[in-house]
């Protein structure tokens, strides 16, 4: 049986799907940004749901990452803002 890399994993557990909305290189990347969030709070909610992580620790990574996607949507938008 061949070993997975850690690349493969990561595409196999949170596939990326294609974009279908309008294109420009800002939405292409923020809707990256988003699958890569959901992604993320998929592994947290289902370590909670294991066990392995508390509450307060789940809803703090959780607040950590939503933070940083609210951050990336704001720089693209004020990137489309300067064309």
Excluded at 22 to 47: E, G, H, W
Aim: glycine content about 4%.
């Amino acid at each position: 049986m061949k070993a997975f890399n850690n690349s493969s994993q990561h595409n196999f557990l949170c596939p990326l799907t294609r974009y279908y909305g309008k294109f420009t290189p800002n939405t292409f990347i923020f809707n990256a940004n988003l699958q890569d969030f959901a992604c993320r709070v998929n592994y947290i909610s289902n370590l909670h749901t294991g066990g392995k992580l508390s509450s307060e620790e789940a809803y703090q990574q959780v607040e950590v990452l939503w933070k940083q996607l609210t951050t990336a949507k704001k720089t693209m938008i004020s990137l489309d803002g300067d064309d």
